[in-house]
């Protein structure tokens, strides 16, 4: 049934498409990284129902804007270089119940999701009962951001911002709200998950200190571009420190001409 749904498996196929992406970059060493995509748009009542394949599963806290709800998760342990193989071998659909309170899965195997879920189900919820129409969380390794925030000033998020901005002008366009940054926290709890989400109250993209990226947004495609982006503008920054300047960036001027120009 699941595999008889065209736009389904169109954006599951996105989903391998990213992780192919991740891992030719190196930006998944090993099981580095996690995707989950809200699919519900995309499921008939009947998909929606279909029988759970293992036993349902607490969540940490009552998802209020995610009952029902239906996503697409990357399994806990497996790597994004088999993802983009077979999706559904290395990743599975759970099912939000309709109390909001525990998840199931429900297609094609009973793949354990990413021990990242509850963080990831966390971020959903809030964005979703702001009245953004989020459907993706995506969190990877881009080695050259990660060293960014190695360097102390760089844990500033103005600063930050600024400076992954001022490298070139689709920095500026691409992503609008800015970068906001998480101190180091341990991966995968939900303290990291909490630190996160207060940066989303006012950015879609968050670095997480000494250990990777996350976006959030309505495509799948567009958060990796960003994250993409946010790489070109740290590797020119590199590039210029490596051949023994400091890189000038782009003047203030310059980057309001760009808000103007793109009603940013």
Not at 135 to 144: E, G, K, N, Y
Not at 186 to 198: E, V
Not at 205 to 220: M, N, Q, S, T
């Amino acid at each position: 049934m699941i595999r008889d749904n065209k736009e389904l498996m169109a954006e599951i196929g996105r989903v391998a498409e990213v992780a192919g992406y991740l891992w030719t970059k190196g930006w998944a060493e090993r099981n580095g990284g996690n995707i989950s995509v809200n699919v519900t748009h995309l499921m008939t009542d009947e998909e929606k129902a279909l029988p759970a394949l293992a036993a349902r599963v607490q969540l940490p806290a009552e998802m209020d804007a995610l009952k029902g709800h239906v996503f697409f998760v990357t399994g806990t342990g497996k790597r994004m270089r088999y993802v983009a193989q077979n999706p559904f071998e290395n990743g599975s659909l759970i099912r939000i119940s309709p109390d909001g309170l525990f998840y199931e899965i429900i297609a094609e195997k009973p793949t354990q999701p990413t021990s990242e879920l509850p963080s990831h189900l966390s971020m959903h919820n809030y964005v979703r009962s702001t009245g953004r129409d989020n459907r993706v969380v995506l969190h990877t390794h881009p080695t050259d951001l990660i060293g960014l925030t190695h360097g102390p000033k760089f844990l500033n998020s103005e600063y930050l911002t600024r400076t992954l901005w001022a490298m070139i002008p689709e920095c500026r366009i691409i992503v609008p709200k800015g970068i906001g940054i998480v101190r180091y926290e341990i991966p995968g709890t939900m303290d990291l998950a909490r630190a996160t989400i207060k940066q989303l109250e006012k950015h879609d993209v968050v670095f997480w200190e000494k250990h990777g990226i996350l976006a959030v947004g309505e495509d799948l495609i567009e958060c990796f571009d960003t994250i993409d982006t946010l790489s070109k503008s740290a590797q020119i920054y590199f590039s210029a420190r490596m051949a023994g300047f400091e890189p000038e960036g782009m003047t203030d001027e310059q980057l309001d001409g760009l808000v103007d120009a793109f009603n940013l």
